[in-house]
């Protein structure tokens, strides 16, 4: 299903059958679901793919479901927007956010994202790829899980993870990377938000700089296993008001981590 040229907003309030294909929005469309619309047999979610300024809203308890998703394929300002009490984005591999400039997932007010499947596939959330600006924003109670998260995935991206407010949380059943090759990447926690990492925490890498995990305002990071900052004079950990990093494995933060 290709939706192009979409200027005004189309509010589905009944279920659409689902469907074999991908769903596609392209040509500054503003789509607004308040339904379940659900592509299958292996297809994809695209927000953006070569055309820019495209946005999906998914609201009233809407649902919009795949194999994998992506807001941004060589496209710039594209918005997937997910808010109100059970309104969901399920994909059953992944999600990646970026491929262009300005590309953003907000999720906010009770919605939620689920990446991963019930058959032991392992979900990957990558925020920032090759030549990109990208941001995962969770708010007002907004909550994303996945086992994998990467946040700067190649050289000459940007990527960001902003957490605010009670009850939103981020949920990482295995493994979350912060500036895997990449600089000036960023997760910020704060406000009452909560991020749970069930196995590992690695900031920075050998190469990049300027990764950065900023715990603040009472925010909490939980990391199940291990915690380490690469290359420490270039990446970090700050925690400040009141901010909190718990751990229950070993650490390697090498004074990368301050308190202020």
Known sequence: ???????????????????????????????????????????????????????????????????????????????????????????????????????????????????????????????????????????????ASAALLYVGTQTNESGSVALSGTGTELNISSNAYLGTLGSNNTITVSSGASMVVSNRLEVGSATGSNNVLNIDSGGKVVVVNEAEVLNPGDNAININNGGQLTYTGDADLDGAAAEG
């Open 1 to 143: 299903m290709k939706l192009k040229n979409l200027a005004a907003m189309l509010l589905c309030s009944t279920t659409l059958p689902a469907f074999s294909g991908n769903i596609e929005l392209a040509g500054g469309t503003n789509l607004v679901i308040g339904t379940t619309m659900a592509a299958t047999n292996g297809a994809a979610l695209y927000a953006g793919r070569y055309d820019p300024g495209n946005t999906l809203t998914i609201t009233n308890g809407g649902t919009v479901a795949a194999t994998t998703g992506f807001i941004g394929q060589n496209s710039d300002n594209n918005t997937i927007r997910i808010t109100g009490t059970n309104s969901s984005l399920r994909l059953k591999e992944s999600l990646t956010v970026g491929n262009g400039k300005g590309n953003t997932l907000a999720v906010e007010n009770a919605g939620w994202v689920s990446i991963g499947s019930t058959n032991g596939i392992a979900g990957t959330i990558a925020i920032g790829n090759t030549n990109s600006t990208a941001k995962l924003a969770l708010e007002n109670g907004g909550t």
